[in-house]
Nanobody, 123 residues
Framework: VQLQASGGGLVQAGGSLRLSCVAS????????IGWFRQTPGKKREGVAL???????YYADAVKGRFTISRDNGKATAYLEMTNLKPEDTAVYYC??????????????????WGQGTLVTVSS
């Protein structure tokens, strides 16, 4: 099982980026995929989730600016990020949801974390 995140980079505030998460080794359309982010010294936090049934969930901090989607045929999840802010600077990870219960962003319910891709937003 592998999830590979890519698409990060340096962008000015107000700009946009699209992250991709390519999955392999499991039945992609049977699992929810989440995007998380982490900055040094802080806890990894949920950004968005695309469920395998089509539902989506977002952290309050990114609602209206980020859009999560998935292409089951390509076994890929995307995170379209617009109107980026310096506080969005982080390493972004994707992961497969393995357990349910509680909130969608419960870290312990996720596994098979990708290696992360760095997003840097300059002011």
């Amino acid at each position: 099982v592998q999830l590979q995140a890519s698409g990060g980079g340096l962008v000015q505030a107000g700009g946009s980026l699209r992250l991709s998460c390519v999955a392999s080794g499991f039945q992609f359309d049977g699992f929810a995929i989440g995007w998380f982010r982490q900055t040094p010294g802080k806890k990894r936090e949920g950004v968005a989730l695309a469920s395998h049934t089509g539902g989506t969930y977002y952290a309050d901090a990114v609602k209206g600016r980020f859009t999560i989607s998935r292409d089951n045929g390509k076994a890929t999840a995307y995170l379209e990020m617009t109107n980026l802010k310096p506080e969005d600077t982080a390493v972004y990870y994707c992961a497969r949801r393995l357990r349910y219960g509680g909130t969608w962003d419960h870290l312990l319910h996720y596994g098979d974390w990708g290696q992360g891709t760095l997003v840097t937003v300059s002011s």
